[in-house]
């Protein structure tokens, strides 16, 4: 379905592989494990969904979660917008 959404002209963002609760371990997560989340969710849709990886560029945190600078770090070098 996701593939489809995105066939018919609809942006595909990322959003994290677990969603996990509570929010504040997105606080308190450090970079390698907020990469994981990023990066394993962007390979679903890559893979499941058949998105091509650059038009994956948008992220939204699970319950709108802010996760500091390593977050940002992630988000930046790995060309999301």
Do not use: C
């Amino acid at each position: 379905m996701v593939g489809k959404l995105h066939a018919r002209g609809m942006e595909i963002g990322d959003h994290s592989v677990t969603h996990r609760l509570p929010r504040k371990w997105w606080t308190d997560a450090n970079k390698t494990i907020i990469a994981e989340e990023v990066l394993n969710q962007r390979r679903n849709l890559v893979e499941k969904a058949g998105i091509p990886v650059e038009d994956i560029k948008g992220w939204r945190s699970p319950f709108l979660q802010p996760a500091g600078n390593d977050l940002f770090s992630v988000l930046y070098e790995n060309n999301f917008t």
